[in-house]
Each structure stands twice: as C-alpha cells, then as structure tokens.
C-alpha cells in the first residue's frame, strides 16, 4: 500500500506518472529499450527532451528570451555557477538571507564577489519574510538574489520586492510549478527537480538569454551557461531518465489544468491545514502567517516528547517522513503538487484525534 | 521486442535489472513509495547507498585508503574537478592524449595550471596506445592522467605506465567493471555510470584518501572532493534512483562471478567480433591489434554507401546504435558487459551475410 509521503524532497510523484513510467521501463514505445538504456543523442530520447522542454515553456509560458536547461547537481551546484557566471561586471550582487539555503548560496557567491544583505530574517529563525524596498538595491550591481520559498522554515515570498531594474536571481526549488508566475519578472530561476519536478540528480534552469555568454574565459566548461544553452542541454550526455521522468510529470500536470490549477489546489491544501492549526490548542504553525508557505508547513506542540508521540502516531496511519527540520523542531507536512488533497485531510484527521486524547 | 543495442553510452543494461526496476517502480519494499520519492535521509535510501558501495568495494576490491563517492555532473565535471582538486602542489600535470576524451580533459586542466602531453596518438587518428616510458615523467608533477578506454577509437591499455610514483589519474567511463583491474595502482578513477554501471546521471569517484582535502579555500563546495567524501555522497541530494539502479546492477554483478566472470564473457565476446573482423574481406577493424578495446570495436568497411546499407540491414534484423562516431566513421560495436553474447553473435551474423551479398 502506498503512503502519504510528506517528505520536504526528493518527495511524493504523481502515482499516474510512477504507474506510466513502470508500464514502460523496460521496453519505450517503438524503441526496443528502456529510456535508461537510450543514447542521447538518438532520435527517441531527443523527442523526450524536446517534449519535457515545449511543456515546461507551455507550463510557465516561458518566452524565447529564455532558455530553459536541463543541467546536473542541485540547486547546490547554482549556488556556485549563479555567481561564476553573473557576478562579472559590478562583482557584487545582493543576496536576502530568508534561511539556510539562502545562507549556503551566500557562502559560494562570497567566493567570487562581494555579497551584499539588504536584509535577512535570521533573528527570529527565519520564521518571516523581511520587508525589502528600493533604496535597498540602490548601488551598482549584477543581480538580486531571492529564495522564493523556503522548505525548512515554511515561509515564501508573496511579492517580488522591487530592484530597480536589476535582474532577480530565484532558488525555485520548492516552489517551482506550485503557482503562476510572470517569469519576466526574474533575469534567472533556478530548482532542482525532486520536489514538484521529478526524481533527484535533475536541475531546471531557466535563463534570459541576455545574462548567458557573461562568464569568463577560465570558467569550468561544463559550469558555463552558455556551454548547455549552446547545446540544447546535450552537451555531454544529461540525466536522461531523470528527463524523462520529470516529462512524464508536465505532460500529467498539462492534462490536470497546468499551474493555475495546481495553485488552486495547493491553496485549498495549505487553506485546510493552517485553518486547522489556527484553530488547534495542541498545534502550532511557526511561520509568521503574512509569508506562510503553501508547500511547506511546519508546526509544533511545543512538547518535544508529544511531537515524538504524534510522529510515532501517523507513521501508524501511513503517513510518513513528517518530522521537522532539526533548526525548527516539532513537524513539517510537505504538500508539493503531487501530495493529493486526501493526504491532507487524513493528516488533519489524524491530529485532530490526538489532539483529542493528548 | 528488445533490440540488441549497441550505442556507445548510454548503453544496454541487464534485462534482469530493469524487470526488478519495474517490479518494485510504485513500491519499493515495505517503504509504500517509490524509490524516486524517498527522502536521500530516509533509512531506506540509506541501506540503498550503503549496500551500493559495498557492493562496489566488493567488486572492484577497494580498499579502506580509497573513498568511493556517487556524484553528478558525468566524466566531463570531472575533466574540471580533477585538477581544480589534484593540481594545487606543482601546478603541473602530466595528460597523455589518446582521443577526444583526452583532449577535453586537457582542456580543462589548461585552465588550472600546466599541462604536459608526453604522449599522443593524435598522428594516427588516435588508433593506437602511445608506448609511455618512465622517463617521461621525470620532472614534479601532481598526477599522470590517462584514458584506460577510447570509446570513440576502440583502443584501450593493456599495461600502465610507470609513471615513477606519480598518482594515476584514470578516466574509466568506458571500462569500469568490465575486467579486473588493481585499485591501489591508481590515485583516483572516475567514471560516468552510462555504460557499464547505470543510468546517465551518476558519476562514480574511486580516490585515494591522502589526496583528498587538496584543493584551495575558494573552490565551489560541490566541487570539492571533501565535500563528498566527508558526507558520505550525501552532502546535497544525490542522483537517488541512479543510485539505486547502479545498485542493482553491483547486485548483478555479484550474482553472475563478479570482474572475473565479466572479463570472461567480454573477451569471449570481444574475440568471437575482432577474429571476424580479421578473417573477413569486406569489415576492417580501425584499431592496432595490440591496442584493442574490449569494450569498443570500430569497423568500417572502406565505403560510406555499404556502411549506410549496412547499418540499415542492422535496423532490420533488431541491431540499433551500431553508427560509428563521426571522428572514424563506419560502425561501432559497444560490446559493455550487459550485451549478451547472443547479441555479438547476432551481430557477426549479419555481417557475414552482408558480406556474402555485398
């Protein structure tokens, strides 16, 4: 029986696209293999590839000012190559500190240029969204770096601040595809795919063509942008089943209303959750209400020995990896995209029944 | 129906791996999830990562001096990766050039520090192994990087070279797995998964410990061998179900006599395709004799029009991928360890027909 996996990523995938994937894993189509076994540079898998990038651009309604890459390493690896390419003129950008994944692409940038940080949340545990405004952007530099929503803290941004023209650097990896964006507003989005993409070891990058080709000379090959825009993100052999896998996720995602349609859900899901927790005397959602998350939700009892005991309780009930992140404590439900509505609801039966016997 | 898939990388792997692949796609075990939607912190995927390297060890006999990471990014991160870690000492390099893999290595090591090519076989289009002396490396250096296997060339080593206790470098992308070799002859091994190990999208780094902690203050974290290795490959997601796969076929491997039963078969196979190619008059091996991969076997036949027919005859009777790189042109036979001799035999078949009627 499958669980309700809450897991903060990799996470749960849609069961029609795990279900499809399975159907054909050891035999693609016409091909006579599986999609693992595929040279990339053959005729089957450049269809996928080209397939997962149409979707993706219908998806997000990306414009050709952008290309879309399919590259390798985590939004880990952009943390180093965001910098490395962009921080070449001014050699400063800005950098809002809104938790630990914002701190960790700070520590790589710092290492190319000057990092600037107009603002951070780090004084009340990243449990807010700082507010940010204009004369904070006002000197020369490259880019704005943001983390939309952050998955440790369960808190996103609602407006994108202004920057006076400099382009917005974003680390989508928890949000990306979970509600309808205007990618013109941002010079370069970045997400690694295991949380509403597909399975790990996948990193979609989204890029105004402008900002490629801004590297210098002595940069990696394979940590240029322009090295896998240039290519089609074929340059060396990509993460190919990975590719599919997340293919098989925007064709599923298309045919189930796109974005708009996942937004709606995804507000109906965070809606149950924090109306319940609003109402709750055991319960307590820990992110400031203005910024909270619609992807991640963490809450506590304020009982290190009752948050044990429920954790303990839904794993009973098949709904698993729900602890919080050691920096918040207590839980943390992960409601991505292919979390179904269901999964909330059991998840709020479950803690309405023991907050009841609690 | 399977074909018998000939492609360079990614390349076929054992049908018995992928049917247990798709058995347990939805369901891994009594996880209730798939292994795509477990978090890398999970005890589950814990045992996977764990079990892999073992099985690894296993195999490739490594010893407790040498780390053994799963990372991302293919051989090509790693012709960057390898110097920016290794070349910090002398600043200097030894690289013999026996192929486009080679050069690309040389490529990127140029923008590290010098290099120095003691030997090529550009000459020749790369159809031979140069003979390498210990003289050659007589001046400091910080490692000798050499290219076991040439994919695109069917050329491999059949000694090393005394490099006068210099570190051996070892790109195996194409060879790994697929005869015994001694680990402690080398300083480090690297090798993309997508021929003999797995899926595209995972890179195996086999080093020494003593050389890891080499590289200066301001690399990129996730380019820094002690990253990984101090993590346990779990610094930042992996390439989970790469892993996973990878695992299997170490499972596999294990099962079916390990390297030795490997190198068995895959000499077996290699002869049966090279004593062919030998006693025909119409295909003719590109490779010296001496220097003959195991691994690759190019061919041509002296006419651009027979080898078009030809590969289309191939497509006919269910052999695919079986194209040449357009360096050497004609076909190319890669024969990893998850072809089957069948397929190899298929193989001669319809040459030996193709010959009769050409």
């Known amino acids: 029986m499958r669980v309700y996996n809450f897991s903060a990523g990799p996470a749960c995938l849609p069961e029609a696209v795990l279900k499809k994937a399975q159907e054909e894993l050891v035999i693609y189509g016409n091909s006579g293999m599986s999609v ?50 962009l921080m070449t003129r001014h050699r400063r950008a800005y950098y809002v500190n809104t938790g630990m994944w ?26 807010y969204i700082p507010e940010l405004n204009a004369d904070m952007f006002k000197g020369g530099a490259d880019y704005v770096h943001i983390t939309p929503n952050n998955t440790i803290y369960g808190t996103r941004y609602t407006k ?42 996948l990193t979609v990058v989204i890029i105004r063509k402008d900002l490629i080709g801004r590297a210098p000379a002595n940069i990696p090959t394979m940590l240029d942008y322009k090295t896998h825009a240039d290519n089609g993100s074929l340059y060396n052999t990509p993460p190919t089943y990975a590719i599919y896998i ?44 203005k910024d ?18 429920f954790i303990a309780r839904c794993k009973e009930e098949g709904i698993v990896n729900i602890k919080g992140h050691r920096s918040v404590g207590g839980m943390r439900a992960s409601i991505y995209n292919a979390m179904p509505i ?14 009841k016997n609690a």
């Open 102 to 127: 914002s701190k960790k692409a700070i520590a790589e940038a710092k290492k190319v240029g000057e990092v600037i940080v107009p603002a951070s949340s780090e004084d009340r545990t990243f449990s």
């Open 292 to 309: 909270r998350s619609l992807m991640n939700v963490p809450f506590v009892t304020g009982s290190e020995e009752l948050d044990k005991k």
């Open 342 to 355: 269901e999964g909330v609801k059991k998840l709020i039966e479950v803690m309405k029944d023991f907050e």
């Open 36 to 85: 693992m076994e595929m040279s990339h540079r053959s005729a089957d898998f450049e269809e996928i590839i080209h397939r997962a990038e149409r979707d993706l651009r219908t998806l997000m309604n990306i414009s050709d000012d952008y290309s879309v890459l399919f590259l390798q390493g985590g939004a880990s690896l952009q943390f180093a190559m965001v910098p490395l390419n």
């Open 246 to 289: 997340a293919g098989l996720v925007f064709e599923h995602l298309l045919k189930n209303g796109g974005v708009p349609a996942m937004q709606k859900l995804n507000e109906q899901k965070a809606k149950l959750l924090y109306d319940y927790l609003d109402s709750s005397s055991l319960f307590k959602g820990t992110a400031e209400k």
């Open 160 to 201: 994108l601040p202004d920057t006076g023209g400099l382009p917005i650097v974003a680390d989508m990896s928890s949000c990306i595809l979970s509600e309808v964006i205007n990618v013109n507003d941002y010079g370069l989005i970045y997400a690694g795919a295991q949380k509403n993409i597909g399975p790990a070891g």
